[in-house]
């Protein structure tokens, strides 16, 4: 081995893949069969980067030769930059070598376009089918759907692969237009469509036989750019939205530009990345797939972007301050997860523990309820209450004055409920 | 209050529980350790760890908790945290003294405190599975040293052992200075001898060709995946503890 050679390709080709933030690992269920390598089920994260990035996979692009010149992309073609291809052998033995050490939980396989996209989906699908069978690797391999390539590369890159995807970039078409001329909504919907149909059908024969191969067993996710277009929140949010329901995708993620080419159609090299919209975006998009809520109760043509100071939920708390105060001892489920404060675990300990006996604050603050902000939406066992004529606009204030003090160098010793 | 001696296995504190009820007794505390004799004017129980004893006191349990629920006090006990062993035998006694299932009530002192406990050794389970860093020994064997917070060797044999079926491995605790070898059939605890100049953290010698080499890309792959522009250090740290990083390849 030319070590060398491929430390170099190694750090060009991850370098360039580092922009895909998707790492999930988790929601397979691949077991090892007949004392293999590996197995994939709720994914662990190995490592983590010093942004704060978890690093779960070996996230490479097989080439950056493309012959797309999308703006936003360090591989696009009329950008002048170091160029590497792996060789499929490469590929298969970094993946496994890294494995049998617990670096990671699998193989994120992307490329750029050399060729035509059948080219380049049968060398990705080339890839994953080795690993599987010639080296009996269980472990997790997401790979890229690529835009246009055949149903037959599709259908196999399903059987070997845990998750595909393909990447909308931009949340919306005028968006792609502007900055990615080459490619079309289109080209990008149809495998996922497409898909999406052959994941349930194989799911529905799954169910009939047990021995019926896994199809792409993690699903489809996909990826957006945040800042690098004008989109606003409630246009990103109302497109992710739309395409959990139509492709039943399992994550859509949600990428700050981060500016690193020049563009006059681009925001300039000294923009900062958009980090609390993002982490805002990531809440929102919890709130509807686990806590009940619709898009235009967190966006809406009043509201359309997310507000930076306060999470999502918080926001649309009090917004609505009709629908408080909450009694954690009666109210169901799903109005106990709309409370600001109380997350899922929480709520679920809630509504074991009162079938017990009514909580008070000091319990429901041991269960792991932010009493620092669920005070002010919630009543529980206790004659001691927040002031309920305060209007939405005052409780922001008081929560903003409150968690700045977590920045402090010296902390209060003990946070008074009251 | 009477003061109960165990031996500090499971098993001693069932049997403990036992004692408790046979006696009657009702302010109790739990010290792991030896007898000594000079205590003699205290309130002082030697418990005798009795197999007997200590699995009808489990038959009892199972009538009063699910699997999970006995799983999870099984596993706080292995946390051994200091003076927590009261809070075990007062969630065991609540358990005993109601007549429903308790293990859900998280508004309880003990049920939350063992919820908390367990959900600490489950998270540095976790940690193991993750920040274990294999290394590849000249006889085909992968090798790596940890040093978790707590005791969670024995909880990791499942995880490896399905995972890395065809090879074989050691995961060495240096704190407990004990350690789990898989020899592609099954696990059993092992203890090394490891003479000064050979301290089990380094290993080096022993390396097979190649390990050098992949431990170099894996540095390389980890630097180049990092997008500076987005710096955090504060949830890196959150995420890898300053701590663990001695045993991390790319953060050595």
């Known amino acids: 081995m030319n070590v060398d050679r491929i430390t170099e390709k190694l750090n060009i080709l991850a370098d360039a893949a580092k922009y895909d933030v998707s790492c999930a690992s988790s929601g397979s269920k691949r077991k090892n069969e007949y004392k293999g390598l590996g197995n994939a089920s709720n994914g662990i994260c190995h490592s983590y980067t010093e ?12 080439t950056n030769h493309c012959i797309f010149d999308c703006a936003y992309c360090v591989s696009r073609k009329s950008n002048d930059i170091q160029r590497a291809a792996f060789t499929v052998q490469e590929v298969v033995d970094l993946t496994i070598n890294f494995y049998r050490r617990n670096y990671i939980e699998g193989l994120f396989l992307s490329s750029g376009i050399f060729k035509d996209a059948d080219h380049t989906m049968e060398r990705l699908v080339r890839i994953a089918k080795k690993l599987r069978t010639e080296h009996n690797f269980n472990g997790y391999i997401h790979l890229k759907s690529i835009p246009g390539a055949s149903d037959e590369l599709m259908r196999e890159a399903g059987l070997y692969a845990d998750r595909l995807s393909v990447n909308l970039e931009m949340p919306t078409e005028e968006g792609l237009k502007l900055l990615a001329p080459d490619k079309n909504r289109k ?12 994941i349930i059908q194989r799911a529905e024969e799954k169910k009939l036989f047990k021995k019926a191969p896994m199809f792409a ?10 800042g690098a277009t004008p989109e606003n929140d409630q246009q990103i949010l109302q497109t992710a939205s739309h395409f959990y329901k139509a492709f039943n995708l399992k994550r859509v993620y949600y990428s700050g530009y981060v500016p690193v080419l020049a563009d006059k159609r681009l925001p300039g090299l000294d923009t900062s990345v958009p980090m609390v919209r993002e982490n805002r975006l990531y809440q929102a998009d919890w709130l509807l797939r686990f806590y009940g809520f619709k898009v235009n109760e967190i966006v809406n043509p009043q509201q359309p972007l997310l507000d930076l100071d306060i999470d999502p939920k918080l926001g649309w708390a009090i917004r609505n301050m009709q629908a408080f105060p909450v009694d954690i001892n009666k109210a169901d489920l799903q109005m106990i997860l709309r409370v600001p404060g109380i997350g899922m675990q929480s709520a679920h300990k809630i509504v074991s523990a009162r079938k017990f006996a009514k909580l008070s604050w000091d319990q429901l603050k041991k269960i792991g309820v932010a009493i620092n902000r669920a005070k002010y939406f919630i009543v529980c066992k206790s004659n001691e209450f927040e002031r309920r004529d305060l209007t939405g606009t005052r409780i922001k204030q008081f929560i903003l004055a409150e968690s700045k003090s977590k920045y402090l160098k010296s902390t209060p010793t003990q946070l008074s409920i009251f | 209050m009477t003061r109960l001696i165990y031996d500090g296995t499971f098993e001693g504190l069932l049997t403990a529980i036992f004692e408790i009820y046979e006696r009657k007794l009702n302010h109790v505390k739990m010290e792991k350790g030896e007898w ?17 004893r200590a699995s009808r006191v489990l038959k009892g349990l199972r009538q009063k908790l699910s699997a999970a629920g006995i799983q999870r006090l099984y596993i706080a006990h292995m946390a051994e945290l200091e003076n927590e062993d009261d809070i075990i035998v007062g969630f065991i006694r609540y358990a005993f003294d109601t007549p429903v299932n308790i293990e859900e009530n998280y508004g309880n002192k003990y049920v939350m405190r063992i919820s908390e406990i367990v959900g600490m050794m489950r998270r540095e389970k976790h940690r193991m599975e993750a920040f274990v860093r294999f290394q590849k020994l000249k006889d085909d064997s992968f090798y790596a040293a ?24 050691i995961i060495y605790d240096i704190k407990r200075s004990y350690g789990l070898y898989y020899n592609m059939h099954d696990t ?6 490891f003479s000064a100049a050979s301290h089990p953290g380094k290993v080096i010698t022993a390396f097979c060709e190649d390990e050098g080499i ?3 890309l894996w540095k390389n792959y980890f630097h180049s995946v990092n997008i500076p522009a987005r710096k955090n250090t504060k949830l890196h740290l959150r995420h890898i503890p300053k701590r663990y990083w001695k045993h991390l390849t790319e953060k050595i």
């Not at chain 1, 704060?52 to 996979?57: D, K, Y």
């Not at chain 1, 080209?187 to 052959?198: A, R, T």
């Not at chain 1, 067993?217 to 945040?226: C, L, R």
């Open chain 1, 51 to 62: 942004d704060g990035r978890c690093v779960s996979l070996l996230k490479i692009l097989l």
């Open chain 1, 187 to 198: 080209d990008m919907i149809d495998p996922m469509s497409f898909l999406n149909k052959e």
């Open chain 1, 217 to 226: 067993p993690a699903g489809q996710s996909t990826q957006v750019i945040i």
């Open chain 2, 36 to 52: 000594y004799t000079s205590a003699l004017f205290e309130n002082l129980i030697k418990v005798n760890t009795d197999k007997v």
């Open chain 2, 146 to 169: 940890v040093e978790p917070d707590f005791n969670v060797l024995p909880l990791l044999i499942k995880h490896f052992k399905s995972r890395y079926a065809d090879q074989r491995w």
């Open chain 2, 188 to 193: 059993e605890f092992i203890s090394l001898e």
């Open chain 2, 214 to 216: 992949y431990q170099h």
